[in-house]
């Protein structure tokens, strides 16, 4: 079964600082990535995915993830943080085949962002 | 606004007592899944439907807890006697067929006093 692990539970950064959010996964087979985001209030809202080819991934809102098979990695990244990126994020994993599919969550990183 | 739509949002009940919560995806999505969130937490997948079919419900949701999609359309996910313990966020997602994109709803958040 697959799982993923997010070490990080809280993380405060200053506006305008670099991001990087820590995810790490395991799955048997090459995984489907995904990143969510989650404002207060808010449904989930998925931030970018990686299913395969290039291993490094845009997404909305200027984020980017990057896979590494070796690490069983991939974290998030964003060279300048807004305060609006202030928000839960979560890390997941998709496996399944034939038309079923699954996709795990992580337990969250909360993102602090602070002028 | 055409996105997954979850009622109640908010449902305060009594331990013992039953509740039903609806989750209305977005139309032509063939995939429904149902997830519970609680403080701390990431999403913990509860059951999956394609169509009205239900083709997985997890091992750690017990007897209490029914879920259907009897026309392919919304789902009401059931919890019968309800427990301290019930008390989280349900969150329902939809998905097209061939995407792995899950849209989810606001949530419904349950309180069992």
């Known amino acids: 079964a697959q799982s993923v692990t997010q070490p990080d539970i809280h993380i405060t950064v200053s506006e305008g600082a670099s991001l990087e959010l820590r995810c790490n996964y395991s799955y048997g087979a090459t995984p489907y990535l995904f990143w969510y985001v989650q404002s207060p209030g808010q449904g989930l809202q998925l931030l970018l995915k990686?299913?395969?080819?290039?291993?490094l991934v845009q997404g909305i809102k200027g984020f980017e993830a990057e896979f590494k098979r070796s690490q069983s990695s991939f974290n998030l990244r964003k060279p300048s943080v807004h305060w609006s990126d202030a928000a839960e994020y979560f890390c997941?994993?998709?496996?399944?085949?034939?038309?079923?599919?699954?996709?795990?969550f992580g337990t969250g990183t909360k993102l602090q962002v602070i002028p | 606004d055409t996105g997954v739509s979850q009622n109640p949002r908010h449902k305060i009940t009594k331990r013992g007592q039953n509740v039903t919560f609806r989750c209305d995806p977005i139309s032509e999505h063939n995939r429904l899944y149902w997830y519970r969130q609680t403080l701390g937490q990431g999403p913990e997948f509860l059951t999956y439907f394609q169509n009205e079919a239900q083709l997985e419900k997890s091992r750690l949701l017990s007897d209490r807890f029914s879920a259907e999609r009897p026309k392919g359309s919304f789902s009401t996910l059931e919890i019968q006697r309800t427990e301290q313990g019930d008390s989280a966020m349900y969150l329902c997602a939809s998905s097209p067929l061939a995407s792995w994109e899950l849209f989810f709803g606001e949530g419904s958040r349950l309180t069992v006093l």
């Open positions: 997941a994993v998709g496996a399944g085949s034939g038309g079923y599919q699954k996709v795990t």
């Open positions: 990686y299913f395969s080819g290039d291993t």
